[in-house]
């Protein structure tokens, strides 16, 4: 069974430009999350989908930042335009469900798309 | 609003030893979840061990346990019989059991674990 899938791993783009993240969730899991990692802080929540709703979004920083998930399936997250503080490593997480339930509630991570703004 | 701190920045451990890493964390919630992940070089976060906040006995899992102190707040990670394969990132996390409260987890800022050979 394949994991989740985040593209691209790597992204190096200009201030003021514009990127898109992609993240592929695990097959039937209505919960995805996006999480981000600024160099050396703590991982931060920036939003909960569950299906094609936003679940909650209380995390994400500013209206730079456009997160879709569309028919439920795969999420993007669009960024426009960066700016320099937006550099970081971006987390995507799905679970099967959001709580309890004998750990169908278990987060699982892909691998991260490291954005580099310069 | 909950907070988490790993207080470790780095560790280090040698192979075959035993390691311990904190967390703390702050709620006035009374039912929570705790976790350790483990993000290896290769960058894909994985969960090593949950701890239900509810329950007394600490959980285990194989080499990996945790000591749960929940009147201090406390909930640090042991890793006995440390392997190179144990050389990672890990990150203490915490997820509220309120449904209103959100199911997203507020993570540590992280320890880094070398093991030496």
């Known amino acids: 069974e394949a994991g989740v899938t985040q593209f691209p791993s790597h992204s190096v783009i200009e201030k003021g430009q514009t990127v898109t993240l992609r993240c592929d969730p695990i097959?039937?899991?209505?919960?995805l999350y996006w999480y981000r990692r600024v160099m050396g802080k703590e991982i931060k929540f920036l939003l909960h989908?569950?299906?094609?709703?936003?679940?909650?979004e209380s995390g994400m920083p500013n209206n730079r930042f456009l997160a879709e998930r569309t028919g439920g399936t795969y999420s993007t997250l669009k960024v426009q335009p960066a700016e320099l503080e937006d550099s970081g490593v971006y987390f995507c997480?799905?679970?099967?469900?959001?709580?309890?339930?004998?750990?169908?509630?278990?987060?699982?991570f892909g691998q991260g798309t490291r954005l580099t703004v310069v | 609003a909950q907070t988490v701190t790993q207080s470790q920045p780095e560790m280090s451990v040698q192979e075959a030893e035993t390691v311990t890493l904190s967390c703390t964390y702050d709620t006035s919630e009374s039912d929570y979840y705790l976790f350790w992940y483990k993000q290896p070089p290769s960058r894909q976060m994985i969960l090593v061990i949950r701890q239900e906040a509810y329950k007394q006995q600490n959980a285990t899992e194989n080499r990996f346990s945790v000591n749960f102190q929940k009147a201090a707040k406390s909930f640090s990670l042991k890793i006995s019989d440390s392997q190179l394969g144990d050389a990672a990132m890990y990150f203490c996390a915490y997820r509220s059991e309120v449904e209103t409260s959100g199911s997203r987890l507020t993570f540590g800022e992280g320890t880094q674990l070398t093991v030496n050979p």
């Open positions: 997480a799905s679970s099967q469900v959001g709580w309890g339930y004998s750990r169908q509630d278990e987060a699982f």
């Open positions: 989908f569950v299906k094609e709703s936003k679940q909650d």
């Open positions: 097959s039937g899991h209505d919960n």
